[in-house]
């Protein structure tokens, strides 16, 4: 009844005639920030810009939506003046107009590769081409600019192809750890420093503090999460690269091997770090890649994974 008695009066109020329904809106997120990033235009959107226009959005929601827009092409991601900016690029990807039917059988492939992109050979068996029909094919799609080859880290003969305007994924470029194909010892080495400097700073603080009498509160107020130490790191002016915070836990988490740093999961469920004093003195045989290695377990003379053909030891035994 009450919705019968709303729908008259709405009526009434038109003339007794049809309402007129309103434009609706973006009805989901995803939508809601594509809007925006489409009418942004070539200047594109920033994290900033998306805060200030989507301000209901949490951060894990607001990364979630870019991220599926990424992955579906809807958007490209672009670095301009050290600052990340979104730009609508549309459902399809910018497919050439004169492509033929080979073209767009791999050239999807390409696209549904997203950031990380894919390997030739995984191309090959997928579009069934011969070897030279497929590198003409992918020439013909890097000299239009429809896609783009970068080469991977992980091994420096194997190159992927993703679409020309995306930025390729960390796993491809080595993130914040590697500039040009080559991996940044230094850069770790002086954020390894730092970041030890600031723990060790904020822990005689602490412990200094005359106006917090108990021992236990002195020592809880020692230790610091990562986007503490992140926010120093950014303050100093010493990276020229966008550091995330999992690239600082990474740090922090090389300090706690070698000694210098304690880590636990306070109250809120938050992981942070104190620094603290190494009981052994750091030699040579401390450096070995074998204390830090992951599939250490692995490792054996019976298995193709054994220190003869180890990269890691390769590098370590010619320093």
Not at 42 to 61: F, M, R
Not at 73 to 80: F, Q
Not at 83 to 104: F, H, I, M, Q, W
Request: one cysteine or more.
């Amino acid at each position: 009844m009450m919705s019968a008695i709303k729908r008259g009066n709405d009526d009434e109020s038109t003339g007794g005639g049809p309402v007129s329904k309103k434009a609706r809106g973006p009805e989901t997120a995803e939508e809601r920030v594509l809007e925006i990033i489409k009418s942004s235009g070539n200047k594109g959107v920033s994290d900033d810009d998306l805060i200030k226009a989507c301000p209901v959005l949490t951060i894990d929601e607001r990364v979630d939506v870019v991220n599926k827009l990424i992955m579906s092409n809807a958007i490209t991601l672009h670095k301009v003046k050290d600052t990340l900016r979104y730009k609508y690029k549309g459902p399809t990807g910018s497919v050439p107009g004169d492509a033929n039917t080979e073209e767009l059988v791999v050239f999807n492939l390409i696209r549904d590769s997203g950031r990380k992109g894919i390997w030739i050979r995984d191309v090959r068996i997928k579009s069934n081409l011969g070897l030279p029909r497929l590198k003409k094919i992918l020439k013909s799609l890097e000299t239009k600019k429809v896609i783009k080859a970068v080469k991977s880290v992980a091994a420096s003969r194997k190159i992927v192809y993703m679409l020309f305007d995306l930025e390729p994924d960390s796993s491809i470029t080595g993130g914040a750890w590697y500039s040009n194909q080559e991996f940044e010892s230094e850069f770790i080495e002086v954020l390894t420093k730092h970041s030890y400097k600031f723990l060790e700073a904020k822990k005689s603080k602490a412990l200094k503090n005359t106006s917090i009498r108990s021992p236990l509160v002195k020592y809880n107020t020692s230790y610091a999460t990562a986007d503490r130490v992140l926010e120093f790191i950014s303050k100093t002016g010493i990276s020229k690269v966008r550091l995330t915070a999992e690239d600082i836990i990474s740090i922090l988490d090389l300090l706690v091997y070698d000694g210098l740093a304690a880590k636990r999961v306070n109250t809120e469920g938050k992981v942070e770090y104190r620094s603290i004093k190494s009981l052994l003195k750091r030699n040579a045989v401390s450096f070995l890649p074998c204390g830090s290695c992951p599939v250490i377990k692995r490792c054996s003379d019976a298995n193709q994974l054994n220190c003869l053909n180890c990269k890691h030891m390769k590098i370590w035994t010619t320093i």
